[in-house]
């Protein structure tokens, strides 16, 4: 406050807080920054990156499942960026706090005709004019910075009010010659309003406020109104959001999930973390409330956008084809960096206390909903007893007693009735492999594909299938590794190694790692990869086979067995997904191309190939899915072994009916 105003003297009585010190210490840091390098940081930083991926090299080498996988590895790694990052942080904050508790609290300024005089309990100082180099307004505090790096700092309450506020930095201006150039003002941020009582007048200002901090606005602060009902009803907001969307897509004949509002609410007590870890590190815990209410804000209206997206038709989000994961997590993605100044500009940061706002939102506010991805819609599609009951009759079969004893038989006779190829006379032998038995369609396929090889391909009493599918664990043998082994091995016996064929026909789910999906609840069989089947044809001991795998990513299996001696198909290229696995389906979209339409034409597996590729391009572009490039691999010698079916079928159709 002033004190005393006389022609000679101005005298304003200073008491100030640590923040304000602070603020005060940090100016004058910058301008030492801004004429020194500065690396101090770097090194607990690289400390820390350097214990990152030491850890996790370790991690690899013991074995331990998740530390060991790229997931986990890379989680370690972002992990120790962080710690060092918040080290290097703190190791400033705590070297700036102690420089900032090392100042005067409260002093006395007086403006006289030759400069400024401090008095304080530690002396009286004189500063001529030429000593005041710059003045700046930051967060409510006019530093005063002098020469050597050192700075004063008069918070604005200390100064006279009104006009008299203006007139006394003119004055200081005027007579410390820096009429020239105005007063520098860096990162004033003024305090968010409290509420004003009006609970909707203020909901829609904060909603406002949302959309303002959406679009990085430095405005957006103003209008937010801060209260703890305010910040009840944004998040109650956001979870009405969520459960309208959820009714919106399925309609009225649904039935509310409580499971849906657990993760809802798991993101509420990182959002307060969030804004509470920023006010913390700004020094300034009274404005955790604003920077909640400010996130709440901004969040509702990034659910908004993701709501926005969720309801565009399927057809278009299968056209964006390997768009569409960056544009549904793109809300997310610049809800993050939006946060950033959202705090900053809501809890008053300093430029030093910034990357407190980064490592709050990027570890409290990004990592956990990956780490803890329990997302479940608040709405579901009402339950059909009757079909829950026919699911569960369904299954019921695959856990008879009966089917465990009854399994070595089936194969067995299966394999008994395969019949030994005639010498000199080049057949074909099928051996059908249906992976997954959830659905009914790689049943009906490979039924089919069975069919259909009796009929144009001769294949009668030389073929074998085996599938998973509950409706037929007691009558036919299951798909498993070990079954595939014994059944090859079988056939392989059965074979004229110089002359006949085997066409191992596999349909199932695929994955990115190029797992050919065995799978029939409850049993857990073993993996079947593409090096797996490789040594499985060695050890069968077959020379010339035919191998088409219908399934995503099934592009995986044409490297690790062409080879001179063999016809390797696969539905679709290595990194890519096939399509038409619906239960409801007869055919897959390559097993209908392939098997259903071009060999119903053709005895030459490479012509149909050809004809099965086009047709299923044409089918995916016209139902807007992304293309899924068939693949395949020839040798010369399974060429010649094909050919001389292919003229005996020809020559003999009459004859092998």
Not at 57 to 70: T, V
Not at 294 to 304: D, H, M, S
Request: proline share 5%; glycine share 8%; with cysteine.
């Amino acid at each position: 406050m002033e004190t005393e105003n006389t022609e000679t003297a101005l005298v304003i009585e200073v008491e100030t807080t640590e923040a304000e010190r602070l603020a005060a210490v940090s100016a004058a840091s910058r301008r030492l920054a801004a004429a020194t390098t500065q690396r101090a940081w770097l090194r607990p930083f690289f400390l820390w990156l350097a214990v990152g991926l030491i850890v996790g090299l370790s991690a690899n080498l013991s074995g331990r499942e998740w530390l060991a996988s790229e997931e986990g590895y890379l989680w370690l790694v972002a992990l120790a960026v962080g710690a060092g990052f918040f080290q290097a942080w703190r190791q400033r904050c705590r070297l700036m706090g102690r420089l900032a508790r090392e100042q005067v609290a409260a002093y006395r300024i007086m403006l006289e005709a030759d400069g400024l005089r401090v008095d304080s309990e530690r002396g009286s100082t004189h500063l001529n004019w030429t000593a005041l180099e710059a003045v700046e307004d930051v967060s409510g505090v006019l530093i005063l910075h002098l020469k050597g790096f050192q700075a004063l700092c008069v918070p604005h309450r200390n100064l006279p009010e009104g006009s008299a506020q203006a007139a006394f930095i003119a004055r200081l201006r005027e007579r410390c010659g820096l009429d020239a150039r105005p007063v520098a003002t860096y990162g004033c941020i003024p305090a968010p309003r409290p509420a004003g009582g009006r609970l909707l007048a203020d909901l829609g200002r904060n909603v406002l406020a949302g959309f303002l901090f959406l679009a990085l606005r430095s405005s957006a602060a103003r209008w937010l109104r801060v209260s703890v009902p305010q910040l009840i009803l944004l998040l109650l907001a956001n979870i009405f959001l969520s459960g309208g969307l959820d009714f919106w897509r399925i309609g009225g004949d649904g039935d509310f999930n409580p499971a849906g509002l657990l993760p809802l609410f798991f993101a509420i007590p990182w959002l307060l973390l969030a804004a509470w870890a920023t006010a913390r590190a700004g020094m300034n815990e009274g404005r955790t409330l604003a920077g909640a209410v400010a996130l709440a804000a901004l969040w509702l209206v990034v659910g908004l956008l993701w709501g926005a997206l969720s309801l565009l038709p399927v057809a278009a989000w299968r056209a964006l084809e390997d768009a569409a994961p960056l544009l549904w997590w793109a809300p997310f993605a610049y809800g993050l960096l939006a946060s950033i100044p959202t705090l900053v500009r809501t809890v008053g940061l300093l430029p030093e206390q910034r990357l407190g706002a980064v490592l709050a939102v990027v570890y409290l506010m990004g990592l956990p909903p990956f780490i803890f991805d329990q997302k479940a819609p608040l709405w579901v599609a009402r339950h059909d007893e009757a079909v829950e009951a026919a699911a569960r009759a369904r299954w019921q079969g695959t856990t008879s007693e009966a089917v465990l004893y009854a399994q070595p038989r089936l194969l067995q006779e299966a394999l008994e009735r395969v019949k030994p190829g005639r010498p000199g006379v080049p057949e074909l032998f099928l051996l059908a492999v249906g992976g997954y038995g959830g659905q009914d369609v790689f049943l009906r396929e490979v039924q089919a594909v069975q069919g259909l090889f009796q009929e144009r391909f001769d294949t009668a009493g030389r073929s074998v299938v085996l599938v998973n599918n509950p409706a037929t664990v007691a009558e036919q043998p299951i798909a498993s590794v070990t079954a595939l082994a014994r059944s090859l091995v079988w056939i392989g016996q059965r074979m004229n190694p110089d002359e006949d064929v085997l066409v191992l026909f596999m349909t199932s789910h695929g994955s990115p790692d190029h797992r050919f999906d065995l799978d029939l609840w409850p049993y857990r069989f073993d993996d079947l990869t593409p090096e797996r089947l490789h040594a499985l044809m060695q050890a069968a001991g077959i020379r010339y086979r035919v191998v088409v795998v219908s399934a995503c990513y099934s592009g995986g299996f044409v490297p690790a067995l062409a080879d001179n001696n063999s016809l390797v198909i696969s539905a679709s290229r290595h990194d890519l997904n096939s399509h038409g696995c619906s239960h409801e389906a007869d055919w897959t979209f390559f097993g209908r191309a392939f098997f259903q339409e071009a060999l119903r034409g053709t005895h030459s597996f490479e012509m149909a190939f050809d004809q099965a590729r086009v047709a299923v391009a044409e089918r995916e572009a016209a139902e807007n899915f992304a293309a899924s490039e068939p693949q395949i691999a020839v040798g010369n010698g399974i060429r010649v072994a094909l050919r001389a079916v292919e003229r005996r079928l020809e020559g003999g159709r009459g004859a092998s009916r």
